[in-house]
């Protein structure tokens, strides 16, 4: 029995070193402590060291996470599957049957009920804040953007909500209309994005969304080189335009596939440069996993899609892992459960042996990528919002779905009911 409400403490649990800063107990080799923590009027009020004469809930070495954050979605796009699925798996097949079903369906009202069951999905299964990229070809962004505020603003307190622009960077010359998406984005206090791949002008559209960006106060979000072609390199031009226009918001930039595949000596120099600039990078795992080395005549991939996440980190380089789309044509699976992101993540990218601090990439990484202060780390003084397992060691946690995992939020625990999939039948039928 687990108390749900006012004061309580709980007992002889296990905390992760990467996301607890201030315990000071003997931490094991998977980088836990057993610990006890004590929850006041929705906060943590200490968190000391297990002791077995404490009052309190022994709960025997559980482990507790602080609520996840997933700093790369697109719950614009989300469970449009049923009636728009990938036809073939590739990135192209993709990217059209998306586009198809965007301009023949995305009603303020189709893309709202959608957003509204992702994150029920997401809160369900413990994530705290969550952004979103949103498609922004015209005219979607008139009809995609209100709704995004008008769900931030129904999800406060429950999911941090935030919105990201998305376009291909070709639509940056049509320079007019860019300025006016800026101009939107900057009135919902959102981010600006867009997509990079390797056009002939692609430094001088760079330099057009930094100087929007710069002239507006915006930080920049970038899905680049979403392929495995090695001469896509734009994740090198963003961080050369980081660094010649001065930039000092902060860069999230997401896949970054084509990286896996170049030789050795472009890698450190591509590495050197996002380093210096300051940039952050979060890979998509299951996503990458899915439309990566996709071949024709069923055969075989060979090769996993994700980026260079140990060489970046490395170098000090902040890294997330998200995750990305979910039941849409770039993916036709997923749930917004960031420890199933975390559980692939370590399979596909090997966060293991050893887990070391890979625990931040789905909580105080992106927190700080997304500048929520105080979420993603377990302190003292901090909100009471926090996962409890029933996994007691890494190898227990990432065995199992852990369905029955508890979420606190605000020292409650949480009603995880997932919505049920029939609720969107009615979006489903042509
Ligand atoms: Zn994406």
Known sequence: MIPTFGSYHLGNVRLHRSLTPGLSAPFDADGFALADIAVADGKISSITAHDRSADGVDLGGRI??????????????????????????????????????????????????????????????????????????????????????????????????????????????????????????????GVLGVVTYMVPDLEELLDQVFAQAINHGLDLDFHADETDDAAAISLKKIAEAALWNGFEGNILVGHCCSLARQPDLDVLDTLDKVAKAGLAVVSLPMCNLYLQDRRPDQTTPRWRGVTLLHEMKARGIPVAVASDNTRDPFYAYGDLDMLEVYRMATRILHFDHPVADWPRTVTATPADVMRLDGFGTLAAGGDADFILFKGRSWTELLSRPESDRIVVRGGRAIDRQLPDYAELDGLMVE
């Open 64 to 189: 507790i996470l602080p609520c996840f954050i997933d700093c790369h979605t697109h719950i614009d796009k989300g469970h449009i599957w049923p009636r728009k699925p990938n036809p073939d798996g590739t990135f192209m097949g993709a990217l059209n049957a998306t586009g198809a079903d965007r301009t023949a369906r995305w009603s303020a009202e189709d893309v709202a009920r959608r957003m509204d069951f992702s994150l029920r999905s997401a809160y369900a299964h413990g994530t705290r804040a969550l952004r979103t990229h949103i498609d922004s070809v015209a005219p979607q962004e008139e009809i995609s953007w209100p709704v995004f505020e008008t769900m931030r603003e129904a999800w406060r307190g429950r999911i941090e909500l935030q919105g990201a622009c998305l376009l291909g960077i070709e639509g940056v010359r049509d320079r007019k209309w860019f300025d006016r998406l800026a101009k939107r984005v900057a009135a919902a206090k």
